[in-house]
Every structure is written in structure tokens, then in C-alpha cells.
């Protein structure tokens, strides 16, 4: 394969974007055309994931049958006590996970316990974010699957604006909002945004119980198209560290969720 000088290809300004990400190193940059079949396979089905889904929650109730702990579980499979639990428990054994980076594919996979394997495998592929990935996993979260959310309760913390968090020049984020507006007209499945609620140190409402904030880890573009669109609710999962951040959660906005 012959080698071109990315310079020569790319606009000055996509090529600053691309040198965030990769600097010095050759890449390959697959054709829209998907496999040489001209039909892109599902995740999972070369990479052997859904096998190994399956192999590995056997594992884990031979284990656990064996006398293992929950907790001695989590820390071997690196997945949070809760999701051992719902392996463990469950009597839906014959589900296999089959991941699409589709909103319905997140609901069902919430729906047999399986919403931190779906968070995972998106950041993994679809989401081009191993470091969300891997900090997820150094702790055990606490996860509520996909639920109805009022978007005007979410803020962006990534985008062109002075203000943001995470800085993106403002025609690259047009760009990305515009294509994912016209999605979303077109009724694409669009994945579910992912929200960390947490409560910062200190911060009180004058009483004696701390506020939690809401973070949008992924979906910020989307979060605009749809508020430009006027869509008042999309799906969210959410997540938490701490269970009394996952109490106050439910306890202030779970009857917002539907």
C-alpha cells in the first residue's frame, strides 16, 4: 500500500484535529464500503465478543456455584458487584449480548442486566473512548439503564464556546451537529447519551445535603442536535460511584424518568 503525506490530503484545519489524536504515525483509514462483501459486520462478530460474553458469565456462575465470593468475582472479571450479582441471579442465561450502537440495542441489553457490558462495548468501538472505558472499570459505578430524560436538566461541556470543558473549533462542531440533525430527521437509532451524577465536595443547597451536578461524558453533540431540533427527551444511562450520589439521584429526578 502506498503511503501519502497526510498534508497533502487534508484540509489545514481537520489535519490539526487529526494531530490530537495521532501524531508521527502511519494510520489506515477504512473505505466507507465496509468489508470486501460490501456489508459491514455486526461488533462482536470478528472479534469474537459475544463468544466470549457468553464463556466468561459461565465462568462466573461455575464460580460462584464453587464458593467464590461476589466481591472476589467482581475484582477477577473487573465488573462492578451489581453486574456479578445480575449474571449470577439471572435466569435469562439464554440472552447473548449481539452490541449495535443503536438506542434499542441499549434498551434491551438494560433490560437482562447487561447495560455496563453495552457501556463498554460502545466505548470500545463506536465511541473511540478506551480511556472512559478503562476509568470506568478502576472502580465499581453504579449503573441505571437507558431511561427517558428531560434534556433542559443536561449542559453541554464540550463545544466551540469559551466556556467548555472540552474545546472543539466551531466549524468542526457544526459539521458533526449538522450531519447528526440530519440523522435524526432521517429516524436514526441514535444511541443513548451517558451521564455521571456525582455530588462535589461541599456544594449545599443552605442545608445539610450536598447537590449533585450531572456530567455528560458522551453525546454532546447529540445533546445539540436534538435541543436544536426541539426534542425535549432522549434516553440516558446514568452513573454513579458513591450509592448515596445513586440515592439522591433517584430521589430528586427518578420521578422525572421514564
Excluded at 466468561?56 to 466481591?71: K, L, Q
Excluded at 451489581?82 to 441499549?106: G, Q, W
Excluded at 455496563?116 to 441505571?144: C, M, Q, T, V
Aim: charged share 30%; proline share 5%.
Amino acid at each position: 500500500m502506498k503511503y501519502e503525506n497526510a498534508k497533502d490530503i487534508f484540509p489545514p484545519e481537520l489535519l490539526r484535529q487529526i494531530q490530537r489524536y495521532v501524531s508521527g504515525k502511519a494510520i489506515y483509514i477504512p473505505s466507507p464500503g465496509g468489508s470486501a462483501a460490501g456489508k459491514k459486520k455486526r461488533w462482536g462478530e470478528t472479534s469474537g465478543y459475544r463468544r466470549y460474553l457468553r464463556d466468561r458469565n459461565r465462568d462466573i456462575r461455575r464460580a460462584f456455584a464453587g464458593g467464590t465470593s461476589i466481591g472476589a468475582l467482581a475484582d477477577e472479571f473487573c465488573l462492578s458487584v451489581e453486574s456479578i450479582r445480575r449474571i449470577v441471579y439471572s435466569k435469562k442465561e439464554a440472552f447473548i449480548m449481539d452490541y449495535a450502537c443503536t438506542l434499542t440495542n441499549a434498551i434491551e441489553c438494560g433490560e437482562h442486566g447487561m447495560i455496563e457490558d453495552w457501556i463498554h462495548a460502545y466505548l470500545l468501538s463506536d465511541g473511540h473512548n478506551k480511556p472512559f472505558s478503562d476509568g470506568l472499570r478502576e472502580l465499581d459505578r453504579i449503573y441505571h439503564a437507558p431511561v427517558s430524560f428531560p434534556l433542559s436538566l443536561l449542559k453541554r461541556n464540550t463545544g466551540p464556546e469559551p466556556e467548555m470543558r472540552w474545546k472543539i473549533p466551531l466549524e468542526w462542531f457544526e459539521i458533526h451537529v449538522n450531519r447528526l440533525i440530519e440523522s435524526i430527521k432521517a429516524g436514526a437509532d441514535l444511541p443513548p447519551l451517558i451521564v455521571h451524577y456525582w455530588i462535589p465536595e461541599g456544594k449545599t443547597d443552605g442545608a445539610t445535603e450536598a447537590l449533585g451536578e450531572f456530567e455528560m461524558n458522551d453525546g454532546n453533540h447529540r445533546l445539540e442536535a436534538f435541543k436544536r431540533l426541539g426534542v425535549e427527551r432522549y434516553h440516558v444511562i446514568f452513573w454513579c460511584t458513591e450509592q448515596h450520589e445513586y440515592d439522591q439521584l433517584m430521589e430528586r429526578y427518578g420521578h422525572l424518568m421514564a
